[in-house]
Nanobody, 122 residues
Framework: QVQLGQSGGGLVQAGGSLRLSCAASGRTFSTLAVTWFRQVSGKEREWVAVITGNGNTSYYTDSVRGRFAVSRDNAKNEVYLQMDSLKPEDTAVYYC???????????????WGQGTQVTVSS
């Protein structure tokens, strides 16, 4: 069993930066890929980025590649999403998720953070 708790987020102007954190409980966390999704009200949850369990590999959706960076500290059981050069279209509720083997489909995930709002003003 893994529990995920998120922190970070908030309101920032376009071009600014935010960092999201996802803290996990559970001994097996370091073996799990962790994925970030985001969701705009009324739309489906969108895959944003994923990082492997050992942190050696990460992938990004095209719209955030080069602006967002995902990292993890397994000693602290934490995963981070650093978001730079933010745009108004990045506004969404962001979720971390695990237990989905790095899938891009939200329905494949067992464990979810509670979500955190990111709002980028123009």
């Amino acid at each position: 069993q893994v529990q995920l708790g998120q922190s970070g987020g908030g309101l920032v102007q376009a071009g600014g930066s935010l960092r999201l954190s996802c803290a996990a409980s559970g001994r097996t966390f370091s073996t799990l890929a962790v994925t970030w999704f985001r969701q705009v009200s009324g739309k489906e949850r969108e895959w944003v980025a994923v990082i492997t369990g050992n942190g050696n590999t990460s992938y990004y959706t095209d719209s955030v590649r080069g602006r967002f960076a995902v990292s993890r500290d397994n000693a602290k059981n934490e995963v981070y999403l650093q978001m730079d050069s933010l745009k108004p279209e990045d506004t969404a509720v962001y979720y971390c998720a695990a237990g989905g083997s790095g899938s891009s489909r939200a329905e494949d995930y067992l464990y979810w953070g509670q979500g955190t709002q990111v709002t980028v003003s123009s």
